[in-house]
C-alpha cells in the first residue's frame, strides 16, 4: 500500500473512479487547469479530458443545479465547493431538489451527486473559509454526509459516495489535508457508508468525534492517564448508532467533539441518541466540547475557538471528578 495524505488519497479516489466508470465527472471552480486549490483534483484533466473534468464559473448555484440536470442525464457528477462557507448559495438547490427528486420520482430515479468540500478551521484563512456546516446537510432529508479522518478513509468513503445512488456530501478537513498521513490501498477501494470506526480502544470514557477532531481526541487519550476510547463517526447520515452505543455501555462516560457552533450542532444528536438508548448505562452527564455559538473568528482569536487537548481534557477530568 502506498503511504498518502488525506489530500492525496482524495486525488487518487478520483482519478480511479474516474478510470472505473465512465459515467463519472468532476466538475467545480478551477477543478481542471488549476487542478483545484488545493490540489485535488490535479492531473485529472490532462488524464479525461475537458468533458470530465469541467472548470465552471464562479456561481455556485448554477454548479449545483447544473449538476442536477447532469444526474437527471444519466452522468455521476462530482461537485467540488471550493470552500465550505462558499456552499451557501447551493442550498437552495440541494434542499429544495437534489433531497427530494428520489422521493419525488416515487422512487423511479436514482440522484448519484457527490459534493466533496473541504471544511473547518485551524489553517489561518480568511472570513467565510472556516466553517463547519455539516448540520444543515444532515438536517436535509435525502443526503447523506460522511467526514473522513485518515486518508484511507478519505479514498473509501469518496468511492462510496460516488458509487451510491443517492446524493452523498463529503466534508474534507482541511486541516489535516498534508498533516494526516497513513497507508491507503491503491486501486479500488471502498470504504461503507453508516459505519464508524473504533480509533482507540478503551474502558473509562468514550470520546467521539469526526474529522479533524479525531485527531484531537487520539491527543487527549495520549495525554491523560485514563482509558480512553476514540470513536470516530466517519458517516453522519446514515450514523452506526450500534458502534456508539456499545462503546457508551462500556465505559459510562462519553464527551462528544466538534468544531460547529455548539447549538443544534451535530453533536447535540449524537447526544439525544444516547440519552434515548443509553441512559441507564451513563454514569455522569454527556458532555460537549464544540466551538461557540459566534460566526467563525478570525485567524487571530482562532485558537480560543477551536476545541484543544486541554478543553477536551478538562470535560474528561470533570466527567471522572
Keep these: 500500500m502506498a503511504e498518502l495524505t488525506l489530500l492525496e488519497a482524495v486525488n487518487d479516489a478520483l482519478h480511479t473512479e474516474l478510470e472505473r466508470d465512465a459515467d463519472v465527472m468532476v466538475l467545480g471552480e478551477d477543478v481542471g487547469r488549476a487542478g483545484g486549490v488545493f490540489r485535488a483534483t490535479a492531473g485529472l484533466l490532462e488524464r479525461f479530458g475537458a468533458g470530465r473534468c469541467v472548470d465552471t464559473p464562479l456561481a455556485e448555484a448554477g454548479l449545483l443545479g447544473g449538476a442536477v440536470g447532469l444526474c437527471m442525464a444519466g452522468w455521476r457528477p462530482v461537485v467540488e465547493m471550493q470552500y465550505d462557507a462558499f456552499s451557501y448559495p447551493c442550498l437552495d438547490q440541494l434542499i429544495t431538489h437534489v433531497g427530494r427528486y428520489h422521493w419525488r420520482t416515487g422512487g423511479r430515479m436514482e440522484f448519484p451527486l457527490t459534493i466533496r468540500m473541504p471544511y473547518g478551521g485551524g489553517v489561518r484563512a480568511p472570513e467565510?473559509?472556516?466553517?463547519?456546516?455539516?448540520?444543515?446537510?444532515?438536517?436535509?432529508?435525502?443526503?447523506?454526509?460522511?467526514?473522513?479522518?485518515?486518508?484511507?478513509?478519505?479514498?473509501?468513503?469518496?468511492?462510496?459516495?460516488?458509487?451510491?445512488?443517492?446524493?452523498?456530501?463529503?466534508?474534507?478537513?482541511?486541516?489535516?489535508?498534508r498533516t494526516a498521513r497513513g497507508e491507503v490501498p491503491e486501486g479500488d477501494y471502498v470504504v461503507p457508508l453508516g459505519k464508524a470506526r473504533i480509533a482507540r480502544e478503551g474502558t473509562d470514557v468514550t470520546l467521539i468525534a469526526y474529522g479533524a477532531m479525531v485527531n484531537v481526541c487520539e491527543l487527549t487519550a495520549e495525554a491523560l492517564d485514563v482509558s480512553c476510547e476514540v470513536i470516530d463517526i466517519r458517516s453522519l447520515r446514515p450514523l452506526d448508532e450500534e458502534t456508539i452505543l456499545d462503546s457508551v455501555a462500556k465505559t459510562g462516560r462519553v464527551v462528544i467533539v466538534h468544531e460547529a457552533p455548539r447549538t443544534a450542532g451535530f453533536g447535540a444528536e449524537l447526544a439525544a441518541l444516547i440519552a434515548e438508548r443509553a441512559i441507564f448505562d451513563l454514569q455522569g452527564p454527556v458532555l460537549r466540547v464544540t466551538g461557540y455559538d459566534v460566526p467563525y473568528p478570525y485567524w487571530t482569536i482562532e485558537d480560543a475557538y477551536m476545541p484543544s487537548v486541554e478543553r477536551v481534557s478538562a470535560a474528561v477530568r470533570s466527567l471522572l471528578g
Design 128 to 177: 467565510l473559509h472556516g466553517d463547519s456546516p455539516e448540520a444543515y446537510y444532515v438536517h436535509t432529508p435525502g443526503i447523506k454526509v460522511a467526514i473522513p479522518s485518515t486518508p484511507a478513509d478519505a479514498k473509501g468513503l469518496l468511492a462510496a459516495a460516488i458509487r451510491d445512488p443517492d446524493p452523498v456530501v463529503i466534508f474534507e478537513p482541511k486541516l489535516v489535508y
